[in-house]
């Protein structure tokens, strides 16, 4: 088993020296950081890391925990994924993908009871969500990327749905809409309590109310066939929509169908539009849809940032101790498939 | 700070059943063990892992090393990365997903040299690939998702090429189509050395060779637009191609773009199916298209079970120590986009 000192040797510097640059108790030139990384790599020697989170009772290792995702994951999930990792990875700390079991609070006892994880990052938080109320008792460093009804003194990083919404209802108003549309996400996700669905629906009623517009949100289609019928039914019911906000990109699919198979054309007759799709999805349509392209790897990015500034006390110097909480609008990305309303033949 | 026979006490059992159940030394039973580890996390007792880490120079963590994404990860990425989670969770060992830096070398040393991973798994393997030189070179247990060139005795699990490709002639022959075009990446992937790119056309021409079809691939767009411009080029060349698959999804929504610029329908006019893109991108399309799916979430399930069977001694039993290779074909998923030859008119 190969010792301090033999990595030292092969290093040619002194002993304390590989110490301060595998403990990081202080530093050392990079050059030297890495001869002694590649002089450690090459002897085997390992157990530097875990004697170390032994004595100061920390791991650097932070753990993404999220439920298995109903229908898969989108690139929005990823790109919180490889934001957090990427943020984690350049403040020098680790990011575990952690998939909850059928149980979550069973995966978190077991990834916190054991010492394993300094923090843990939630994702897919629901408005009510038990591994909230766990972590806060069990008194485990946590952010959420995302947030619960009241998130109260919980850090989070989260989509600014009020500005969203502004600036989706800004667009369509700006191009002369006088009655928008939206589909939200179908029941089963608010029977879930979908956070997302739920926020951006009520923004969106009230941007629209405050720009004066009309707006109208009885349909929830979740399938591409879905989207069609609703989309049909949504004109017999209120034939003076011009503009239709989309929060499901496969139902997008059906209203597209929909709209060409009653011989109309986006934006010619509608201006049809997604919310919270990356602007890649958005793309692979035709035309091109415009997009409210929400801020995925950031959300990543900033949560994984908030835990790790509350693991090392930054936050209290930053906010009092207090929660820091930050809310980022989607961008809006602007495709093809915006134009003035549709001149209506009664 | 909480000792073993603190949450012994608060459990209501022996130390040694504390040790056993949180080290993993004998069977507890289950309902124990999960009181075992309640009361373990709500008493912060949190050392065992790492001081369990340090008698046995193991940790049961595996390192997802992946490099930056050109242009973002997709659908199969996210897959393989929950995939390989989901496994390495189920069989008792945790995933760090981490991105690589600049230099894939330097973060290799510091994820191995510091003692943190027991074993690394690595993700978009070049076919002449560094990293797999460096783990080799320093004894580190790995498996590839993916392959090299001349993968040799190194463990992997990739898609099964020769088996897609001659699905995917099979498909298109059976349908009495006499020419087959294939667009594949972009020559920057190929500059690149992207194995996928290489051996899909590689097999996809030996699969047509054997069925006795023709068989162009002479063109490789790299987006909607180019893809457009291909199709028409493939059309003035060869007038004979009636199948045309696709290696991406974009370049597919600039072949049907064309296709109804010149009044043609698929199927009707153009067979066109993708290759390696998911059913879920596929059924985007109007209409759907037919797609070779690959078969990501098990290919990441695969190549966690192949290294954590390797640090477990297992793979000596199963395969007499040598490498463990498994290829896993494409499932051909037939969507809307297929059907017979166009009638031909000159």
Redesign the interface.
Known sequence: MPSLRDVAERAQVAVSTVSAA?NGTRPVAAATK?RI??A???L????????R??QS?R?R?L??LYP??RG????T???F??GA??EA?ELGY??????E?ADPI?E???L?????VDGVLLMEVRLDDERVDFLTR??VAFSMIGRTREPGPIDYADIDFAVTARDAVAHVAGLGHRKLAFFNHSTDAYAAQYGPAIRAGAELAGAAALAGIGYVDDFRPGS?EEGGRAFEALLSAHPDVTALAVMD??VA?GV??AVAARGWRVPRDLTLMLVLSSS?VA??F?PRLTTMEPPSAELGRLGARLLIDRLEGRARSLGEGGPRQRLVPCRLVIGDSSGPPRRQVP
Chains 1, 2 share one sequence.
Not at 72 to 75: A, K, P, Q
Not at 94 to 99: D, G, I, K, Y
Not at 112 to 116: K, Q, Y
């Open positions: 595998l890495l990384e590649q450690a790599a090459e085997g020697y390992r157990p530097n890391l875990l004697a989170g032994l009772k791991t290792i753990a993404l298995a995702p898969g994951f989108g690139l999930e990823m790109q994924a490889t990792a990427e990875r680790h990011l575990l993908l952690s998939p079991n069973e978190l006892r077991h916190t009871g054991l010492g394993l069990a008194g591409a990109d496969h699919v597209l169908a890649r793309e692979m035709r």
